[in-house]
Structure formats: C-alpha cells, structure tokens
C-alpha cells in the first residue's frame, strides 16, 4: 500500500547517515488512474520525503489493460 511504501522510504532515509553512499530514488506512472491527483503526488514526493531522483513513466502506446 502507499502508506507501507511511504513509512519503508523514511525507514530507508535514517540509513543514509551510516551508509553515506545510499541514494533512494521513487520511480512513478502516470496513467489514467491518477491523472486527476498526478500533480499532488509530484508535490509530495519532493516536498514531504526528499528523494535523491524521481523518475516519471507514462503508459502509451497498446497497454494490455485498456482502461489506464
């Protein structure tokens, strides 16, 4: 779930004093699920937990699942 991915991201970040080296990274998807909410999701991510990269993949294309 998101809240378990949000708490093991800030778990993971205490490391980062010891391991100097460690850098986390999220990786999103936008598709037509979280269009609407796509934006607020992008705020978060770099106000609220600080990743060292963000990465943005957008389904195009024939998808398997016609309804993304």
Do not use: C, W
Not at 22 to 36: E, V, Y
């Amino acid at each position: 779930s998101f809240r378990n991915a949000v708490a093991t991201f800030n778990r993971l970040k205490t490391l980062k004093a010891t391991y100097t080296n460690l850098n986390l990274g999220i990786a999103m998807t936008f598709s037509s699920l979280n269009q609407d909410r796509i934006m607020a999701l992008i705020e978060f991510v770099q106000h609220d937990l600080k990743p060292d990269s963000m990465s943005l993949s957008l389904i195009r294309g024939a998808v398997k699942d016609e309804s993304l």
